[in-house]
């Protein structure tokens, strides 16, 4: 069985097939089709009609997208397919409609797959979400996106990033330098999500007037934070205590995030993890959202969800 897809020119071919056939040999790879392009066609061919079928859908969709005025990429091939898989195929063009923010370079911000959909839509509707699940599923990333939002829409007066000084056995007495020195290393990831948003020179200024803090979660206790998005990152590395100081410190008129990948716990042999506990505790509470993310949301590398998979067995 062969299917046709035609194309308007040459340069809509060589997006949609990707650098090197990129985007079709991720498709022949996870469906039983081989592609071909001549000129201005793609063919897809093989033995199981519905292989056949279900990538001239991805191709065609992912068309579509094109012709919006998007540009694609590996990645979204890689959602493609996982919605493909999953029948969800229908919504694709749904992500690219809806813009979370734009970067400080101006560029949009957009969710790529169906669980960060349902991830920001957790966080505008409730209190306190939380975002639970493997490594490059964008839980902290979008969470900071939103934050920065909610701060520029003047809906909250600061954001509050922290996270626990814990790191695969690492202690912070044994790294050299000042207290700062020490604890920037752990809180890296979450000044990333700021300079991607806001920029660098923004973002240092904001963290001096205080409007931004970012800190180790044990500058956290005894305070009330009010007006604030508030964000726990590595929220696994936390103990039972230190989680619901943390839970304890919503204010009124803010907005709490944790986040945390329940397989990669750094705490000492028999401490229970405060995030594995409060999900299981917190789950169902009305006003309290739980996202579990899952491999097909990773938006890293492909070989990244294979890696995940394969360790979850």
């Given at each position: 069985m062969t299917n046709v897809i035609h194309l308007n020119n040459l340069d809509e071919a060589q997006e949609l097939i990707g650098a090197n056939d990129a985007h079709l040999k991720a498709l022949e790879s996870e469906f039983e089709v081989t592609i071909h392009t001549?000129?201005?066609?793609?063919?897809?061919?093989?033995?199981?009609?519905?292989?056949?079928?279900?990538?001239?859908?991805i191709l065609e969709n992912l068309l579509k997208i094109m012709h919006q005025g998007?540009?694609?990429?590996?990645?979204?091939?890689?959602?493609?397919?996982?919605?493909?898989?999953?029948?969800?195929?229908?919504?694709?063009?749904?992500?690219?409609?809806?813009?979370?923010?734009?970067d400080f370079k101006g560029k949009p911000i957009r969710p790529?797959?169906?669980?960060?959909r349902e991830y920001i839509e957790m966080i505008e509707r409730y209190d306190l979400t939380f975002?639970?699940?493997?490594?490059?599923?964008?839980?902290?990333?979008?969470?900071?996106?939103?934050?920065?939002?909610?701060?520029?829409?003047?809906?909250?007066k600061r954001i509050v990033l922290t996270r626990p000084a814990?790191?695969?056995?690492?202690?912070?007495?044994?790294?050299?330098?000042?207290?700062?020195?020490?604890?920037?290393?752990?809180?890296?990831?979450?000044?990333?999500?700021?300079h991607t948003v806001l920029g660098v020179e923004t973002t240092?200024?904001?963290?001096?007037r205080g409007i931004i803090e970012v800190a180790p979660l044990a500058y956290m206790r005894g305070r009330t934070l009010n007006d604030a998005f508030v964000i726990l990152d590595e929220a696994q590395?936390?103990?039972s205590m230190q989680m619901k100081m943390f839970l304890t410190r919503l204010g009124f008129g803010s907005k709490m995030v944790v986040t945390g990948d329940e397989t990669q716990i750094d705490l000492p042999k028999n401490t229970p993890s405060g995030l594995i506990e409060s999900v299981r505790m917190l789950e169902g509470i009305k006003g309290i959202g739980v996202n579990h993310f899952k491999?097909?949301?990773?938006?890293?590398h492909p070989l990244v969800t294979k890696i995940i998979r394969a360790y979850e067995g």
């Amino acid at each position: 069985m062969t299917n046709v897809i035609h194309l308007n020119n040459l340069d809509e071919a060589q997006e949609l097939i990707g650098a090197n056939d990129a985007h079709l040999k991720a498709l022949e790879s996870e469906f039983e089709v081989t592609i071909h392009t001549l000129g201005n066609e793609i063919r897809v061919k093989g033995d199981n009609s519905e292989d056949v079928s279900k990538v001239e859908t991805i191709l065609e969709n992912l068309l579509k997208i094109m012709h919006q005025g998007n540009t694609i990429g590996l990645r979204d091939v890689e959602a493609a397919i996982q919605m493909s898989r999953k029948d969800t195929l229908e919504y694709l063009e749904d992500l690219y409609k809806e813009t979370i923010a734009k970067d400080f370079k101006g560029k949009p911000i957009r969710p790529k797959t169906s669980g960060q959909r349902e991830y920001i839509e957790m966080i505008e509707r409730y209190d306190l979400t939380f975002g639970v699940g493997p490594a490059g599923t964008g839980k902290t990333f979008l969470a900071v996106v939103l934050a920065c939002q909610m701060l520029k829409d003047n809906k909250i007066k600061r954001i509050v990033l922290t996270r626990p000084a814990v790191e695969a056995g690492e202690n912070l007495g044994f790294l050299p330098g000042d207290l700062k020195e020490k604890v920037d290393p752990y809180l890296r990831p979450l000044y990333d999500g700021l300079h991607t948003v806001l920029g660098v020179e923004t973002t240092d200024r904001l963290v001096e007037r205080g409007i931004i803090e970012v800190a180790p979660l044990a500058y956290m206790r005894g305070r009330t934070l009010n007006d604030a998005f508030v964000i726990l990152d590595e929220a696994q590395n936390t103990t039972s205590m230190q989680m619901k100081m943390f839970l304890t410190r919503l204010g009124f008129g803010s907005k709490m995030v944790v986040t945390g990948d329940e397989t990669q716990i750094d705490l000492p042999k028999n401490t229970p993890s405060g995030l594995i506990e409060s999900v299981r505790m917190l789950e169902g509470i009305k006003g309290i959202g739980v996202n579990h993310f899952k491999a097909e949301d990773v938006v890293r590398h492909p070989l990244v969800t294979k890696i995940i998979r394969a360790y979850e067995g």
